[in-house]
DNA sequence: TGATTTTGGTTAACCGTTTTCTCCAAAACG
DNA sequence: CGTTTTGGAGAAAACGGTTAACCAAAATCA
């Protein structure tokens, strides 16, 4: 049997109370029965049971990361920093893929309260601003990442999507480009409105008219973005350059147009977003609005280390900045 | 405050040990009463709470997952397919990132433990008996996933890499290539070594000979694929196929190449091995032994739940079939 | 009708910690 | 020398469930 707090106690001849606090550095110890102590725990191969000590402290030091899918390697760079900032913090993390379905997602944010962790890390939810009310009542630390529910008061740490897709449409517009298509991967998600926002913006800007027609709404995945390039690439005037509006979308696109035989980036320039490894794993090299995935990840951690602690208490919005990354998708027209 | 067992009891006018029926389905309810909690459980918005459930059965309804790193493609999807099994099951997946490094494996071991996780998915590890020992001493149920440690009785699941090996080679040597260099991943894995063995059976089969200087030891990385058969590719004679031991590998080899202006598969044919999605985002599409990535996950899965349950004592070690996908990158010498 | 089984539920111990008091002896103080 | 501080440790009550043992009432049986 694993021994307990209270084997512990009783070998080295003091009450548990006493063993509780040299575990946790906490109360006044000397020095000679705290290194009694520690010595004889090392010698039984005592751990304290975290289960037992989370049901007392109310503390688990667990975290919930729910995103749509950790294949997606976006969310598998971010998921993987944020369990290095968490681990480093002594926090270990619960994945849990959504597929952006908010059945899934209310499914596990039920069963991560029950389970009690300490905070949540949401990147994922098209925006379901009720039950996020209904977290935020119970007082769980929160923070959304790439997400926003404007309704709410909640800490969020985002990207400047606006600009990244005004980066992206006006590096186009500067390579001559005058029909340039875009694809969003959905329209429930403010990131999506809001790189959309950007695109028209610089459209605006240079002038160049916008059409409904230019703007195809997909998803996540490559097959969608095969798909979606296809649609615009089979119509009636093919655009000279596609806005994808990730990476995944991108690569999609440039195998569509390959397949009908274009050759990327001279017959169509291609822009991606999120830049994660992938983009330079195609060749073409794709040339991407580069997320601070890393930092994103990092600054979602802490923020929700923050608050965990109390240490801040203010809700917060962290924006960082998107950077156009040039490679070989795009070149002038 | 968060209603507790006690809270329910008394507003049903029971004892909290009738709740606790209720909520496990156990023991003998009558209808009526049963109903009636029921009810008041919902109207009172009542969740039970895990921990503290842990603590008194002794089971956290959590798996630990150890891999090397998430954000490789492989782990990633092998972790998404066991993250959708274990959640059918009722199970939720604490990651483990472990860069293959022992002191990290043995810490998140350890505090695996003190969780109190249900069981163990192990995906990294380059063989580390002893502190798989131990556990299995503690009883803690685990499988080893295409790892193996030939020295102790374990749960394994994976696939037959020599058989791997064998089919990339033989494929290889049918189209006619008798200059056929390998890349394996490490030389502590034993699945990197059954790969080798595959690959000199398949040539001793062909009266091929092998060569020392044709195998190259590398790491995991698309960088570390691109190093090695930079190597291969700048020595004095030029393999004209190289087998790379995943995907990832097999990616930095065909940019080695392009980068020395050699077409693939033309001047070079290259196998990888695992088929990710990843082989068919390049250009060629990559000839590779694909692993049944989802099955081996759910069969861990389903393994490890069998032996938690206790429905399955005696040890077992599931071995799948890999299966050559023979795409773009490979050509006839 | 009395004995026996079944049904539906209660009591209380237990899981392994944390934490708030309380207590005592020794040190410091006037 | 009597009194206050203080440092170090213990007792016991949580924390919120599970579960074995037990029991009263109702149902069944001969």
Redesign the interface.
Known sequence: M?PTIYDVARRAGVSIATVSKVINRNGKISERTREKIVHIMAEMDY??????S??SSKK?N?LGLLLP???N?YF??M??HM??RAFELGY??????TDNRIDKESDYL??L????VDGILLATGAAHPQSLETLSE?KLPIVLIAREVPQLPVNTVLVDDFRGGYAATEHLLQNGHRDIAIIVESIDLASSRERLQGYRAALAEQRCPYREDRVVVSDFS?RAGMEAAGMLLDGPRQPTAIFACNDLLA?GTVQAA?SRGLQVPEQLSVVGFDDT??AT???PALTTVGQPIREIARQAVDLLHRQMTGEEQAKQRIVLLPELVVRNSTSPV
Chains 1, 2 share one sequence.
């Open positions: 694993k751990f304290p049971n975290l289960v037992a989370a049901l688990t667990m899918d950790i294949s390697p598998a760079e998921s993987r369990e290095d270990h993390i619960v994945i849990c893929n039920t069963f309260q029950q389970k009690g119970k490559i690569i390959r490894f992938l794993v195609i060749d």
